[in-house]
T-cell receptor
Framework: AQSVTQPDIHITVSEGASLELRCNYS??????LFWYVQSPGQGLQLLLK??????LVQGIKGFEAEFKRSQSSFNLRKPSVHWSDAAEYFC?????????FGTGTRLQVFP | DAGVTQSPTHLIKTRGQHVTLRCSPI?????VSWYQQVLGQGPQFIFQ???????GRGNFPDRFSARQFPNYSSELNVNALLLGDSALYLC???????????FGPGTRLTVL
C-alpha cells in the first residue's frame, strides 16, 4: 500500500538556522509529491509539489524540496528559518486522486 | 476570491448523536474531498465527490456518509458518534479530481 513516513515528530531550530524535514514514500509508480504547512487551528497550505521534471522544486515562503527516486525521499529544506515558520509540516503522496499524508513534523523555532 | 469555506468552525456533540458538516468549494471547483485529522496525526481521506457522484471512499465505517449538491457544495454526515470521531474535519476542493486540492480551515468536532 502507498504510504508516507516522516521520521521526525518534532524538530527545534534557532531562528536563522537552516532546516531540513525528512519525508520517505512508498509508491509503485512515479509519485506526485506534496508538502503542506498547517499553523495551529488552521487548514493546510500547499508549500510546493513535484509532478515530474526538475527534481529540485521551489515553493512559497523560501522553501524547496528535492525528489530522490533512488532514496524514495522528498525532503523539504529552507536555508534560513524565520520565527513565523513554526508550524506542523506534512508530506503527502497522491494516490488515485486522493492524498496520503505522513504523520507530520512539528517545527519549533527559538529566537 | 473566497477560498474553501466550512461550517461550523467548532462543534461539541455527545456520544450517539448525529452531526452534519458543511463545505463550500472555491467558485468553479466541481470536486470536493473530505479528510479526518485526529490530533497528532496527518489527515486521512474519507470521501471524494465529483459532479455529485462519489468517486472515492476511504477506510471509514458506514456511519460516515456524504453528498454533493448541484451547486457543488457538500455535506459530511456522521451517525452514532463515538469518542474516537473527535477530530478536525477538513474539506478540500479542486477543479476536477486530478487537479490540485485547496483546503478549508476545517471543522473541529469534539465528542463527549
Amino acid at each position: 500500500a502507498q504510504s508516507v513516513t516522516q521520521p521526525d515528530i518534532h524538530i527545534t531550530v534557532s531562528e536563522g538556522a537552516s532546516l531540513e524535514l525528512r519525508c520517505n514514500y512508498s509508491y509503485g509508480a512515479t509519485p506526485y509529491l506534496f508538502w503542506y504547512v498547517q499553523s495551529p487551528g488552521q487548514g493546510l497550505q500547499l508549500l510546493l509539489k513535484y509532478f515530474s521534471g526538475d527534481t529540485l522544486v521551489q515553493g512559497i515562503k523560501g522553501f524547496e524540496a528535492e525528489f530522490k527516486r533512488s532514496q524514495s525521499s522528498f525532503n523539504l529544506r529552507k536555508p534560513s528559518v524565520h520565527w513565523s515558520d513554526a508550524a506542523e509540516y506534512f508530506c503527502a503522496v497522491e494516490d488515485t486522486d486522493k492524498l496520503i499524508f505522513g504523520t507530520g513534523t512539528r517545527l519549533q523555532v527559538f529566537p | 476570491d473566497a477560498g474553501v469555506t466550512q461550517s461550523p468552525t467548532h462543534l461539541i456533540k455527545t456520544r450517539g448523536q448525529h452531526v452534519t458538516l458543511r463545505c463550500s468549494p472555491i467558485s468553479g471547483h466541481k470536486s470536493v474531498s473530505w479528510y479526518q485529522q485526529v490530533l497528532g496525526q496527518g489527515p486521512q481521506f474519507i470521501f471524494q465527490y465529483y459532479e455529485k457522484e462519489e468517486r472515492g471512499r476511504g477506510n471509514f465505517p458506514d456511519r460516515f456518509s456524504a453528498r454533493q449538491f448541484p451547486n457543488y457544495s457538500s455535506e459530511l454526515n456522521v451517525n452514532a458518534l463515538l469518542l474516537g470521531d473527535s477530530a478536525l474535519y477538513l474539506c478540500a476542493s479542486s477543479l476536477d479530481p486530478t487537479d490540485e486540492q485547496f483546503f478549508g480551515p476545517g471543522t473541529r468536532l469534539t465528542v463527549l
